[in-house]
T-cell receptor, first 111, second 115 residues
Framework: SQQGEEDPQALSIQEGENATMNCSYKTSINNLQWYRQNSGRGLVHLILIRSNEREKHSGRLRVTLDTSKKSSSLLITASRAADTASYFCATANQAGTALIFGKGTTLSVSS | ETGVTQSPTHLIKTRGQQVTLRCSSQSGHNTVSWYQQALGQGPQFIFQYYREEENGRGNFPPRFSGLQFPNYSSELNVNALELDDSALYLC??????????????FGPGTRLTVT
C-alpha cells in the first residue's frame, strides 16, 4: 500500500507563481524525502527532512514537516517552465530498506 | 544527472519470455534497490541488495530475482513475463548508513513493454 499520498494530483500554474504540494503519510518516520521526475525518466532527489526538523530550504524549495499531523508540504517559489515534472514524497518502510512513494503531483508550469 | 546507469533504455518482450535488466551503481555506493513504476503510479519497491545479498523485498513474486556483483553493479531478472510487467524499471543506489534510509540516486530507467 502507498505510504505517502500527494495532493493535489495535478497542478497548473504560470511562470513566476508559487507551487505548493502536500503529502500525507501513515506511520512514524525517520525522514521524509521529495523527488522530481521528468516525463518518464529517473527520479531526482530534491530534499530530505528529518523527523526532528520542521522546515528546510534548498534554493527555491521549502519543505515543512508536521509529524503530529503526519504531513509535509513542498513549496516551489518563482516557478519556471523547467519545473514542469511529477513530484513524489517518499518515506522509508519499517525495515528501513525501501522508499515508499505516493502517486505524485504532476506540476505544469506554462510561460 | 546521477552516476547511476541502466541498460537497455527500452526493451520489448513477448509474454512468457525472460528478461535481464542491468544497473551500474554510483561510485562509492554499496546498496542497490530496484523499483517498478507503472504508468501514472509512483515507484513500487521490488528488492534491495547489500553486499551481494538480498536485504529486503517488496510484494513481488519469486519470478522477480536479482543479483549484485562485487563491483556493486546489479541485475534484475524477470521470468515468465506477463503483460502487467510492462513498466519503467528503476535502479537506485545508495550508501547504507546506520541511521536509516537516506537519499537514493536513481538511474534513468529501463522501459519494458510486454506484448
Amino acid at each position: 500500500s502507498q505510504q505517502g499520498e500527494e495532493d493535489p494530483q495535478a497542478l497548473s500554474i504560470q511562470e513566476g507563481e508559487n507551487a505548493t504540494m502536500n503529502c500525507s503519510y501513515k506511520t512514524s518516520i525517520n525522514n521524509l524525502q521529495w523527488y522530481r521526475q521528468n516525463s518518464g525518466r529517473g527520479l531526482v532527489h530534491l530534499i530530505l527532512i528529518r523527523s526532528n526538523e520542521r522546515e528546510k530550504h534548498s534554493g527555491r524549495l521549502r519543505v515543512t514537516l508536521d509529524t503530529s499531523k503526519k504531513s509535509s508540504s513542498l513549496l516551489i517559489t518563482a516557478s519556471r517552465a523547467a519545473d514542469t515534472a511529477s513530484y513524489f514524497c517518499a518515506t522509508a518502510n519499517q525495515a528501513g530498506t525501501a522508499l515508499i512513494f505516493g502517486k505524485g503531483t504532476t506540476l505544469s508550469v506554462s510561460s | 544527472e546521477t552516476g547511476v546507469t541502466q541498460s537497455p533504455t527500452h526493451l520489448i518482450k513477448t509474454r512468457g519470455q525472460q528478461v535481464t535488466l542491468r544497473c551500474s551503481s554510483q561510485s562509492g555506493h554499496n546498496t542497490v534497490s530496484w523499483y517498478q513504476q507503472a504508468l501514472g503510479q509512483g515507484p513500487q519497491f521490488i528488492f534491495q541488495y547489500y553486499r551481494e545479498e538480498e536485504n529486503g523485498r517488496g510484494n513481488f513474486p519469486p519470478r522477480f530475482s536479482g543479483l549484485q556483483f562485487p563491483n556493486y553493479s546489479s541485475e534484475l531478472n524477470v521470468n515468465a513475463l506477463e503483460l502487467d510487467d510492462s513498466a519503467l524499471y528503476l535502479c537506485a543506489s545508495s550508501l547504507r548508513k546506520n541511521r536509516g534510509l537516506d537519499e537514493q540516486y536513481f538511474g534513468p530507467g529501463t522501459r519494458l513493454t510486454v506484448t
